[in-house]
Structures are given as structure tokens and as C-alpha cells.
């Protein structure tokens, strides 16, 4: 079951933050954040592990709400460079190792 | 310390051809997974390779086959290729079957 994410599309100025929520139907294990660039590979920001496990990256964190199966990215004081797509991939109890993707949500930072 | 290679970087085929696509992982890494990525979508597992067994399967047709080798690195070969093939085709490796995957830059195939 695909996780949803949601907002599908945020413009931000500089300086703004902004929160992407994932959310999945089935029980997790694991939620990966990637981000993806026009015409580039996905790249890897962060996994959480463990249910109400928060992790920080730069400015860019993320918490993992195990019961309610979401998760959510929280970018911090924007800058041009976290304009992207964003993917939230999820990987759940039982399963040895795909993960399961999003349909991302894009951003765009403007100055 | 290399990261994740693919080659190539671009491919045009035509419909019926087959088409074989590789992967060098990251140092340290023993595991290779596959993706689909059509435009504007998320990436799409196709399956998974470790100690060079599929292990894992998506939602793929049989055409769509793989192996992985002795130093970890793996091929995705397409047979029978259709116009719905046309995608970028990600390979992500990781430490084992359960942690962090790292993808290369792709190879785009069009199939005309």
C-alpha cells in the first residue's frame, strides 16, 4: 500500500519552513526521506527506526509517529537549495527489504 | 569512497529488444535493489538482490529478470521491451536488507 503524502506541492520564500507529512495504512517499520532534485537520483536525508524516533539534518529534521503510522519532515529556515521533490519511502512489518514510495511532494524555494 | 554506479547513463531501444542495465554498489554494501521511476511518480520497487538471490519481488511482469554477482554488483535485464518501459530505472544499495538504501544517478531508457 502506497504511504500518501501530503502537502503534494509547497512554494516557500527563503527563510520560511515547512512540514511534509507521510502517512501509511499498514503497521511500519521504518520510514526513509529522500529528496530528488530535476533530473537527478533520489538523495537519502534520513531513516527513522523506532516509533517517536526524531532525527535532525542541518536544518532538516523528522519524527516518526509509530501508533498513527506518519511521519512527518520539517525544514527549517529555507534556503534555494532544498527546492526539490520529496519522497517519503516506507517499509513495513514483514517485509525484508523494498521499500514503498510516495508520490512526493514537490517544493520550491524562491528568494 | 565510490558511490553508487550505473551505466549507462542514457539508452534508446526499440519495442521487442532487450536491454540489460548494471550496477556497481556503494563500498560496503552487499545489497542491490531495483526501481522504476516514471515521470512525476515515486520510484517502484522491482525486486531485491543479496547474497545473490532475488529476495524480494515487485510488482513486475517476468520480462523483467536480474542477478547479482560475486562483488555485489548486479544487472536488470528487460525482454520483450514496450513503450511503457520508457522510465528511469534506479539502483539503491544498502548493508544488508533492512537499512538505509543509497541510489546511483540512473539509467533512462526510451523505448521507441
Known amino acids: 500500500q502506497q504511504p500518501v503524502q501530503s502537502p503534494q506541492a509547497v512554494i516557500l520564500r527563503e527563510g520560511e519552513d515547512a512540514v511534509i507529512n507521510c502517512s501509511s495504512s499498514?503497521?511500519?517499520?521504518?520510514v526513509h526521506w529522500y529528496r530528488q532534485k530535476h533530473g537527478e537520483a533520489p538523495v537519502f536525508l534520513m531513516i527513522?527506526?523506532?516509533?517517536?524516533e526524531q532525527k535532525g539534518h542541518e536544518k532538516i529534521s523528522a519524527s516518526f509517529n509509530e501508533k498513527k503510522q506518519q511521519s512527518s519532515l520539517y525544514l527549517t529556515a529555507s534556503q534555494l537549495s532544498y527546492s526539490g521533490t520529496y519522497f517519503c519511502?516506507?517499509?513495513?512489518?514483514?517485509?525484508?527489504?523494498?521499500?514503498?514510495f510516495g508520490k512526493g511532494t514537490k517544493l520550491s524555494v524562491k528568494p | 569512497d565510490a558511490g553508487v554506479t550505473q551505466s549507462p547513463t542514457h539508452l534508446i531501444k526499440t519495442r521487442g529488444q532487450q536491454v540489460t542495465l548494471r550496477c556497481s554498489p556503494k563500498?560496503?554494501?552487499?545489497?542491490v535493489s531495483w526501481y522504476q521511476q516514471a515521470l512525476g511518480q515515486g520510484p517502484q520497487f522491482i525486486f531485491q538482490?543479496?547474497?545473490?538471490?532475488?529476495?524480494q519481488r515487485g510488482n513486475f511482469p517476468d520480462r523483467f529478470s536480474g542477478h547479482q554477482f560475486p562483488n555485489y554488483s548486479s544487472e536488470l535485464n528487460v525482454n520483450a521491451l514496450l513503450l511503457g518501459d520508457s522510465a528511469l530505472y534506479l539502483c539503491?544499495?544498502?548493508?544488508?536488507?533492512?537499512?538505509?538504501?543509497?541510489f546511483g544517478p540512473g539509467t533512462r531508457l526510451t523505448v521507441t
Open positions: 527513522l527506526l523506532k516509533g517517536g
Open positions: 563500498s560496503g554494501h552487499d545489497t
Open positions: 539503491a544499495s544498502s548493508e544488508g536488507l533492512l537499512y538505509e538504501q543509497y
Open positions: 538482490y543479496y547474497e545473490e538471490e532475488e529476495r
Open positions: 499498514k503497521a511500519l517499520y521504518s
Open positions: 519511502g516506507t517499509r513495513d512489518r514483514g517485509s525484508q527489504g523494498n521499500l514503498i
